[in-house]
């Protein structure tokens, strides 16, 4: 007998730090784009007040009213994130996640496999990943390295002992 999966296993990396930081997701498979948000949020322990959106076979998803405020004639169009379920996507598909316009988090996200749980989940969970993410507001890639060569480097007297333990605490 077939039973449709009630589950989906992601994988959401951010792009260009090395090593890599990375979380794996058990999601419900009834989800859309605008719940995936928030299980990344979550599980980046990402603050969650600034813009994102989803780039999916070249076209962008996100909440439509906040992301076409202030675009122009030329921006492309924006995709309702709330039509998009995770079940729309097939095994192995590959998009993009992009928070933070500022600082420019993009993150790779990557369907790995759909699942047939004895109960649906009613919450997403994080089952594996590594390395802390980086603060947010810290500058982007560039000022996240920045950020790690100030902290390793216990002579800086830019930052007190205070403020490198905090800083270091939190990549943890």
């Not at 994988?11 to 090593?19: G, K």
């Not at 999601?27 to 969650?48: D, S």
Request: one cysteine or more; glycine letters at 6%.
């Amino acid at each position: 007998m077939f039973e449709a999966a009630n589950a989906v296993q992601i994988r959401v990396s951010i792009d260009e730090i090395e090593p890599e930081v990375w979380r794996q997701l058990v999601l419900p498979a009834h989800w859309n784009l605008e719940h995936l948000h928030l299980g990344i949020q979550a599980a980046f322990n990402w603050w969650n007040y600034h813009l994102y959106e989803f780039r999916i076979g070249g076209l962008r998803y996100g909440d439509v009213e906040t992301l076409m405020e202030d675009a122009t004639d030329e921006d492309p169009r924006v995709f309702d994130q709330r039509e998009v379920r995770l079940l729309d996507f097939e095994q192995g598909a590959v998009f993009s996640y992009h928070y933070d316009f500022g600082d420019s988090w993009r993150h790779t996200v990557a369907v790995e496999e759909f699942l047939t749980l004895a109960s649906t989940p009613k919450q997403g969970s994080c089952i594996a990943g590594e390395r802390a993410r980086p603060p947010e507001d810290v500058g982007g890639v560039s000022g996240y390295e920045r950020f790690l060569e100030i902290i390793a480097d216990q002579e800086d007297g830019r930052w007190c002992a205070d403020m490198k333990s905090r800083a270091f605490r939190s990549l943890m």
